[in-house]
């Protein structure tokens, strides 16, 4: 079964690939978000080139081998172009055998306890805190993620005080039964980071997500080893050799790692399976409502080390509006907090036609 054709749809936002075999099977997947026109480039020109005419089955093969062959290009780009390959054979393999991507990496498909993961910083705490409350309300989450600090602030938080502000608010508002998780996006020196960390603690916060700029490692590390409360990270990284510092040196106690970002399921297993020999837990980062939410679901319901939930974005249209229309069957319905992972064959989702259509086109084939 030999891969004949790769196909890209897609807009400045979000990009499909379909592969196609010499047999006519074909499968979906999905290149990571954002700019996924230059990454739709990256998937004819460097992708393609070395894996049209190979076996679509040979999946871990064709993921070590891209890198090796690109080693003069390694990064995120590359690795956001070959998950649009990787799971586009994952779900090609899942039709073939009849078995959701679940069951193939050795899961069963069922339901999962999900977070809400807020984006927003430009929402005052007690706006923050209601919306809170009624997805609480609505869908049963029982747990909510929300963001502190600025984006890579260097210590200045998004307007005086807000930090301080915002994590009491949302404790009072949600009661001591909710499970509390902050994000920090970089925005902390390690001083900064432990004080702020030492206030999320007395006010019973579990997760305190990137506080020191992803690529210090060090930093991390020095603010894991001071607090009590789980540090977590790693969405932002996709190089193996990264991954071993940041495991080998526990400079986090949740690893994070991104399916689209590191570059497909096949890779990122190769992360969870990094944490799990450390015995730490794997919660993926999935940020967005478009395919990664649904792989990392899958994945979660296979591995060993699964964290207690999956990361749940509860943005709409007026933060991602971009994720209208993508899926002609919806597959994030949450209820009483959880969703269920699909057990059709593959990924069990259609993309929308009508979204096909619309989008920019390129095919490499085999000639």
């Keep these: 079964m030999k891969i004949r054709s790769i196909e890209t749809f897609c807009n ?11 047999d006519g ?24 080139p070395w894996v049209l005419g190979r ?8 993921m070590d081998d891209i890198p090796r062959r690109e080693h003069k290009f390694p990064g995120s780009y590359l690795c956001r172009a070959m998950c649009g390959l990787d799971t586009a054979l994952w779900d090609l393999r899942g039709k073939r055998e009849g078995k959701s991507v679940c069951e193939l990496l050795g899961g069963t498909p069922g339901r999962l306890r999900a977070y809400a993961s807020s984006m927003k910083r430009d929402i005052t705490p007690v706006q923050e805190a209601e919306r809170l409350l009624r997805l609480r309300d609505e869908r049963g989450f029982d747990a909510f993620k929300f963001r502190i600090g600025a984006e890579y602030g260097r210590d200045i938080d998004e ?11 949302v404790r009072r508002a949600l009661g001591d039964g909710a499970t509390l998780l902050v994000d920090a996006n970089s925005g902390f020196s390690p001083g900064r980071a432990i004080e702020v960390g030492r206030m999320l603690q ?12 992803y690529w210090e490692i060090e930093q991390t590390r020095q603010v894991a080893d001071a607090l009590d409360i789980d540090v977590t990270g790693g969405e932002q990284d996709c190089q193996f050799q990264i991954w071993r ?28 399976e990094m944490g799990a020999e450390a015995g730490l837990p794997c919660t993926p980062h999935s940020a967005n409502l478009s395919m990664v939410t649904l792989f990392t679901m899958h ?6 080390n699964a964290g207690k939930y999956l990361e749940f974005s509860i943005e709409g249209p007026d ?3 971009w994720q209208d229309g993508l899926f002609r069957n919806w597959p994030y319905t949450v209820e009483d907090g959880m969703v269920t992972i699909p057990s059709e064959p593959g990924w069990g989702i259609e993309i929308e036609p009508s979204w096909l259509e619309r989008s920019a086109y390129q095919v490499s084939e085999v000639s």
């Design 55 to 62: 076996n679509a089955h040979d999946i871990r093969a064709l």
């Design 319 to 321: 933060y991602y509006p």
């Design 12 to 22: 400045p936002f979000v990009g499909f690939v379909r592969v196609t075999t010499d």
């Design 245 to 272: 510092q940041i495991v080998g040196t526990r400079a986090v106690d949740i690893i994070q790692p991104d399916v689209c970002y590191m570059g497909g399921i096949t890779r990122t297993l190769q992360v969870a």
């Design 202 to 213: 007395d006010h019973g916060v579990s997760h305190y997500e990137e506080p020191c700029p």
């Design 159 to 169: 307007w005086p005080g807000r930090t301080e502000e915002i994590v009491p608010t």
């Design 299 to 304: 994945l979660l319901g296979a591995i060993p």
């Design 25 to 48: 099977a074909q499968g979906w997947g999905q290149v990571s978000a954002y700019n996924a026109d230059i990454t739709a480039l990256v998937v004819h020109r460097q992708i393609a």
